[in-house]
T-cell receptor, first 113, second 114 residues
Framework: AQSVTQLGSHVSVSEGALVLLRCNYS??????LFWYVQYPNQGLQLLLK??????LVKGINGFEAEFKKSETSFHLTKPSAHMSDAAEYFC???????????FGAGTRLAVHP | DAGVIQSPRHEVTEMGQEVTLRCKPI?????LFWYRQTMMRGLELLIY????????DSGMPEDRFSAKMPNASFSTLKIQPSEPRDSAVYFC????????????FGSGTQLSVL
């Protein structure tokens, strides 16, 4: 079975500061891992994904995430936060494939001037 | 393409009433998913269909919930009778199959049961 734990339901950073959103997963098979972003009153959009190969993956809007098997983690980072990054971020896992996803509870990111 | 279309956008109803949420997936997509989002439980997968057939409904909370997909272009999620604890945002998502790397989400239905 697969599950996802996101540490911190709310994260607040200053504009220009580092963004770090934490995600740990559990999977009985090699996982596919995803980060999705949800802007207010919208559906979720794919930010980035890891399937196989390079463990550091880059996504849209300057975000990246690193798959660490030994730590069962897939933390999301961005070197410099922008006001437009304020949104809710969801980490997700699947046992393979891009469709049946198990999501974490989400982390709401606030960016203040 | 218009994307995944959900209706209504908002629904307010009274406890005990029947509620029907609707979803039109992207044309050509063969998988459809219903998710529920609440503050307490986050985003939960309720049920998913592949080629109009329900594959996994283990996330459906109880018998008050039912979902159908009569054809490739339409799905419904019904709650009868509704209860205040059903208040949530319900998302529909579709996937074309194959190597497409992402789910396509609708904008959701905000359900409030009073």
């Amino acid at each position: 079975a697969q599950s996802v734990t996101q540490l911190g339901s709310h994260v607040s950073v200053s504009e220009g500061a580092l963004v770090l959103l934490r995600c740990n997963y559990s999977s009985s098979v090699p996982p596919y891992l995803f980060w999705y972003v949800q802007y207010p009153n919208q559906g979720l959009q794919l930010l980035l994904k890891y399937t196989t190969g390079a463990t550091l993956v880059k996504g849209i809007n300057g975000f990246e995430a690193e798959f660490k098997k030994s730590e069962t983690s897939f933390h999301l980072t961005k070197p410099s936060a922008h006001m437009s990054d304020a949104a809710e971020y969801f980490c997700a896992v699947s046992p393979g494939g891009y469709n049946k996803l198990i999501f974490g509870a989400g982390t709401r990111l606030a960016v203040h001037p | 393409d218009a994307g995944v279309i959900q209706s209504p956008r908002h629904e307010v109803t009274e406890m005990g009433q029947e509620v029907t949420l609707r979803c039109k997936p992207i044309s050509g997509h063969n998988s459809l998913f219903w998710y529920r989002q609440t503050m307490m439980r986050g985003l939960e997968l309720l049920i998913y269909f592949n080629n109009n057939v329900p594959i996994d409904d283990s996330g459906m909370p109880e018998d008050r919930f039912s979902a159908k997909m009569p054809n490739a272009s339409f799905s419904t999620l019904k709650i009868q009778p509704s209860e205040p604890r059903d208040s949530a945002v319900y998302f529909c998502a579709s996937h074309p199959g194959g190597v497409e790397e992402k789910l396509f989400f609708g904008s959701g239905t905000q359900l409030s049961v009073l």
